[in-house]
Nanobody, 125 residues
Framework: QVQLVESGGGLVQAGGSLRLSCAAS????????AAWFRQAPGKEREFVAA????????LYADSVKGRFTISRDNAKNTAYLQMNSLKPEDTAVYYC??????????????????WGQGTQVTVSS
């Protein structure tokens, strides 16, 4: 199995940027597709972005397309979420997720087997 630890969250003004990191340990990270989900207060957790294991194909939620970029560095066992042009509605706890399933399956099943503890992102207006 794999353990995931997120970092990089914080407080930023609208229009600003943040870069989240997800450090993986345990089994080889390249064996897992990676994804980011988020949960705002009073709302259900929602999909943000996903990246496949090998060919690095990606999927994005419509709400973040063109603003967020997911990437990974398998040599560093780390996935990233670059967030630009942040909006107050992006405020949420952001969770890293990983699974051996495809990224389509991760989206369909609303997440894979392994989750990080989350990192808070707050965007002020």
């Amino acid at each position: 199995q794999v353990q995931l630890v997120e970092s990089g969250g914080g407080l930023v003004q609208a229009g600003g940027s943040l870069r989240l990191s997800c450090a993986a340990s345990g089994r080889t990270f390249s064996s897992y597709a990676a994804a980011w989900f988020r949960q705002a207060p009073g709302k259900e957790r929602e999909f943000v972005a996903a990246i496949s294991r090998v060919d690095f194909s990606t999927l994005y939620a419509d709400s973040v397309k063109g603003r967020f970029t997911i990437s990974r560095d398998n040599a560093k066992n780390t996935a990233y979420l670059q967030m630009n042009s942040l909006k107050p509605e992006d405020t949420a706890v952001y969770y890293c997720n990983a699974d051996t399933k495809s990224i389509d399956a991760i989206v369909t099943h609303r997440g894979g087997d392994y989750w990080g503890q989350g990192t808070q992102v707050t965007v002020s207006s």
